[in-house]
């Protein structure tokens, strides 16, 4: 079946602005995260959505950050008024249930570039 | 928080030797303890996992083993190739939020 998808796969954008970065997950993956990766460094959590609890935000690094997943499965990034340390590449992955004992299966990807 | 150590940051082996990775944490309570591998512009992928009741796991030239009492779990590769050239992320989980990623070994397996 479809893996995790991402879209779109670059944004090149100018500070300032507001981007939004979706995320496909694999149908019936109840659980959905969503991570950045600075260029050759390490993942960095930013939100866990599970189900129909209320998601895990402790990894949004500010308030520019923001995230929701709609009817349990697509969810949209919005970061507001870019800022030039936001350039990354932001990352999805969705597990079968939480994260426990369940793999995480990653999407390919968004990679930003704030100019 | 989980406080996550992996170590070395870097590992350069020549091919067919062995690769050893290890993850230290914080957090007792941490019951899950996944490997991930990221080849170079790809996405991370799963290799092997180990649950707290279980000391070792192996799967072909890949090994997990755990020490809860010292709370660090290695990753072991043994006959290494090129494509195991990659960099490699442990995740132990509490089970209480998502995991947490340690900061990456970055292997390079020289021909």
């Known amino acids: 079946g479809a893996g995790v998808s991402q879209s779109p796969s670059n944004k090149v954008t100018e500070k300032g602005k507001d981007v939004e970065l979706r995320c496909d997950p694999i149908?019936?993956?109840?659980?959905l995260y969503w991570y950045r990766q600075s260029l050759g460094q390490g993942l960095e959590f930013l939100i866990y959505?599970?189900?129909?609890?209320?998601?895990?935000k402790s990894g949004l690094p500010s308030d520019r950050f923001s995230a929701e997943r709609t009817g349990g499965s697509v969810s949209t990034l919005t970061i507001q008024r870019t800022q030039q340390e936001d350039s990354a590449v932001y990352l999805c992955?969705?597990?079968?249930?939480?994260?426990?004992?369940?793999?995480?299966?990653f999407g390919p990807g968004t990679r930003l570039t704030v100019l | 928080g989980e406080n996550v150590e992996q170590h070395p940051s870097t590992l350069s082996v020549q091919e067919g030797d062995s690769a050893v990775i290890k993850c230290t944490y914080s957090d007792s309570a941490s019951n899950y303890f996944p490997w991930y591998k990221q080849e170079l512009g790809k996405r991370p992928q799963l290799i092997i996992d180990i649950r707290s009741n279980v000391g070792e796991k192996k799967d072909q030239r890949i090994a997990v083993t755990l020490n809860k009492t010292a709370k660090h779990f290695s990753l072991h590769i043994t006959e290494t190739q090129p494509e195991d050239s990659a960099v490699y992320f442990c995740?132990?989980?509490?089970?209480?939020?998502?995991?947490?990623f340690g900061s990456g070994t970055r292997l390079q397996v020289q021909p």
């Open positions: 992955a969705s597990s079968l249930a939480g994260p426990s004992y369940n793999e995480q299966f």
């Open positions: 149908s019936g993956h109840t659980a």
């Open positions: 959505f599970q189900g129909n609890s209320a998601p895990d």
């Open positions: 995740a132990p989980d509490t089970g209480r939020r998502a995991l947490t």
